[in-house]
């Protein structure tokens, strides 16, 4: 009997995917957005579950509908299938739900409704209910709408295929196991290592990359150690079947480590990466295939006696602090080994910023686009020949200092900067902080405000009062860009620049440009995209890097909710903090996508972690679930077209706090922060409540010349 079904995948690897099911005999499989669709018998499902390197999950469609409410979600999902014929009633569950083209459902309530729809099929038939299990169910059900069209299916894969069962812990930037394998068959490996050629790993990182690369080249199935599948407590479970896919991928396993196999080499200059990379080698089953070493890149040398190979890598991006001229040495050194040691190679190169690797002065051959999560990313695939080599053009000039002449207002405002540098850029660069503030109208000459985002400069002028000869003004943001480009090494542009107005209402979040340029950035181990040029605001308040620390100190075991989120920062913290559900409310639909991504970026979805578009002020007083930590960050003013009324923080605080602490858990902390300069919290009018004034405990160093940043309150019951 054939089935229908869809395997899933990672952006970009549709085409891949195609050819790899076609390879492992699927008849016309058709790629779509994100995944394929196939059709075959339970054997084929099965070895797609067993053989695919790159699809996350496996999806085998049982019915398709249309709802447009979760009530008829929920009768639908009881009127189409008999739960019966796929689990016992003593069995378990999960549900996964995800909507495109619509808001009508909330993820979480409407996959709610969805399993009440299962469990109540079995009470009406048996007095008894399944369970919930959303580690290892019996059956995992997705369901997927596109507008009012369902589409439920059994996930046959149970988990997310990318995960073989070898790494259970990896390193600051992991990649995952199906963008290794894409990275080399696009590399060609496969084709090289069927002629004997060596895979070298110079920057290996947990090894991730050579252990794939081993796994292909000794014919191991990616699933073969795997412990659970979505199918194996199915009631319609083929056991045979599957047994003798595991005979015969072991028979294989047997075969490819029996005869000859390439060699693989792993070295990295962390100690740490090298001792992750050698407990996941051995988890593989492949500790004596790979040959892993602590090693600086400058001691990269071919194998002993080897002629051929490929050298891969995913090297650093330049997403963090101060790291852009190191890298370009990185790189620089890479290409030289490169050519030095590994001449009529194969390199391949998998990174965020394609123009570092013009430092290797070698050009590429192709090039593949690819992400790694929500991170753009490009390979870059090289031959490592003579003819391929860059040769640099004789420059006259060389240097910054060449090119760009200081006078004596631009070496004063040079100097503030150096010393700022010395002194903030250290501190960020010990707390693995990519972006922070670096001066703040230090000198009053020098109105500015000057933050950094990986080498990127974002300049904001104070508005300057009508005394101010324009021309002085002028002259001054002129020297501030001067000196910026000497200090920083800042190409032009590189350096943003905004004049920073005085701003009410609507005007405060006024969209600039639609450059729709984002780009990563690093806060605490956390990862934030950023966008200098689209708004007045990049899309991380960096004033409140401690209050969001202090978000996710208090967070472990708590439902949290995040009112006027803006692009949900403070949420990321607080779900990396433990918080078992978290619900973001802002009424802009372009924030809450940028949340959205945040969250993604981070690997948190929005099944337990709710975005909701609506008026704050509306939505606090129609709401009546309770929350452990609240964080409320409203502006100081706004009259947006969607309110009813204008809001003003001094004059509207206490019915606003007012309101939220109903939202209060007895024993829970409201976080009330705001930025209005001379803001003045009305505590007599909130003396039922327990109030603590945290604001200089969450002014961070980079902020210190301005205590007035924001003001920030721990409130309680």
């Known amino acids: 009997m054939k089935f229908k079904c869809f395997a899933t995948c990672p952006k970009g690897l549709e085409e891949l995917l195609a050819a790899e099911l076609e390879a492992l005999g699927v008849e016309g499989p058709r790629q779509t957005r994100a995944g394929v669709h196939f059709e075959g018998d339970l054997t084929t499902a099965y070895r797609v579950c067993l053989w695919s390197?790159?699809?996350?999950?496996?999806?085998?469609?049982?019915?398709?509908?249309?709802?447009?409410?979760?009530d008829e979600l929920y009768e639908q999902v009881r009127l189409h299938v008999n739960w019966y014929d796929h689990m016992d009633v003593g069995g378990s569950l999960a549900v996964d739900f995800s909507a495109a083209g619509s808001n009508r459902f909330h993820s979480h309530y409407a996959a709610l409704r969805i399993k009440d729809a299962i469990v109540d099929q079995?009470?009406?038939?048996?007095?008894?209910?399944p369970s919930v299990d959303t580690e290892r169910p019996d059956i995992r059900i997705n369901v997927y709408m596109k507008h009012d069209s369902a589409t439920l299916s059994l996930d046959l894969s149970g988990d997310s295929l990318h995960r073989r069962g070898y790494r259970t812990e990896a390193g600051a930037a992991p990649m995952k196991e199906n963008l290794a394998a894409a990275v080399l068959i696009r590399a060609g490996w496969q084709e090289l290592a069927k002629g004997g050629a060596a895979l070298v790993d110079p920057m290996c990182g947990s090894g991730?990359?050579?252990?794939?690369?081993?796994?292909?080249?000794?014919?191991?199935?990616?699933g073969l150690n795997r412990k659970y599948f979505g199918f194996i407590n199915w009631k319609q479970h083929d056991q045979a079947s599957w047994r003798l896919l595991l005979q015969e991928a072991r028979k294989r396993a047997r075969a490819g480590a029996t005869g000859a196999h390439p060699v693989f080499v792993g070295s990295d200059s962390d100690p740490d990466a090298i001792r992750l990379a050698r407990a996941n080698s051995q988890r593989a089953g492949l500790s004596?295939?790979?040959?892993?070493?602590?090693?600086?890149?400058?001691?990269?040398?071919?194998?002993?006696?080897?002629?051929?190979?490929?050298?891969?890598?995913?090297?650093?991006?330049?997403?963090?602090?101060?790291?852009?001229?190191?890298?370009?040495?990185l790189y620089r050194l890479l290409g030289e080994r490169l050519k030095d040691g590994f001449v009529d190679w194969q390199a391949a190169i998998l990174t965020a910023n394609p123009d570092l690797c013009k430092n290797m002065g070698i050009r590429s051959k192709k090039h593949y686009q690819f992400y790694n999560g929500a991170l753009a990313c490009r390979l870059l695939n090289f031959e490592v020949n003579e003819s391929w080599y860059m040769h640099e053009k004789p420059s006259r000039i060389s240097g910054p200092m060449a090119t760009i002449a200081l006078d004596t207002g631009s070496e004063m405002f040079a100097n503030r900067i150096r010393k700022n540098m010395k002194n903030i850029g250290r501190w960020a660069a010990r707390e693995g902080i990519s972006c922070f503030r670096l001066y703040d109208a230090d000198m009053p000459e020098y109105a500015v405000?000057?933050?950094?985002?990986?080498?990127?400069?974002?300049?904001?002028?104070?508005?300057?009062?009508?005394t101010i000869d324009p021309a002085d003004a002028k002259r001054r943001l002129n020297q501030v860009i001067t000196a910026l480009r000497q200090v920083l090494d800042a190409p032009a542009d590189h350096i943003i620049l905004k004049i920073r107005k005085?701003?009410?209402g609507k005007d405060q979040y006024q969209r600039l440009n639609d450059s729709e340029r984002f780009f990563e950035v690093q806060e605490n181990g956390l990862k934030f995209l950023v966008n200098l040029t689209d708004y007045q605001d990049a899309g991380l308040f960096l004033d409140h890097r401690i209050a969001r620390q202090m978000i996710r100190k208090y967070a472990e075991k708590r439902r949290m909710l995040n009112l006027f989120c803006y692009t949900a920062t403070a949420t990321v913290y607080a779900a990396a903090g433990g918080a078992t559900h978290t619900t973001s409310v802002d009424m802009s639909y372009g924030y809450l996508e940028w949340a959205r991504k945040n969250l993604a970026l981070n690997g948190y979805d929005t099944k337990n972690h709710l975005l909701i578009r609506d008026d704050c002020l509306k939505w606090v007083c129609n709401h009546k679930d309770r929350y452990d930590l609240i964080f409320l960050d409203p502006p100081t003013f706004s009259n947006s077209r969607r309110m009813e009324e204008s809001f003003d923080i001094q004059r509207d605080h206490v019915k606003l706090i007012s309101q939220v602490i109903r939202l209060l858990a007895p024993d829970g902390l409201l976080i009330f922060s705001c930025n209005r300069h001379k803001f003045r919290l009305e505590t007599d009018a909130l003396s039922g409540l327990q109030i603590k004034d945290v604001t200089l405990d969450t002014i961070p160093k980079d902020f210190e010349r301005n205590k007035r940043i924001h003001h920030c309150f721990e409130i309680r019951n």
């Open 502 to 504: 005085r701003t009410r």
């Open 208 to 222: 991730t990359l050579l252990i794939e690369a081993a796994m292909m080249a000794l014919d191991i199935a990616p």
């Open 53 to 70: 390197r790159l699809a996350n999950r496996v999806f085998m469609p049982l019915a398709d509908f249309t709802a447009k409410t979760t």
């Open 449 to 466: 405000a000057i933050d950094l985002y990986n080498d990127w400069v974002h300049v904001q002028e104070y508005q300057a009062p009508e």
């Open 122 to 129: 079995f009470n009406d038939r048996f007095g008894r209910r």
């Open 288 to 329: 004596e295939y790979i040959s892993l070493e602590k090693k600086d890149l400058s001691l990269l040398n071919a194998p002993v006696g080897v002629q051929q190979g490929l050298v891969v890598a995913n090297p650093p991006y330049g997403e963090r602090l101060g790291e852009k001229q190191s890298l370009v040495s």
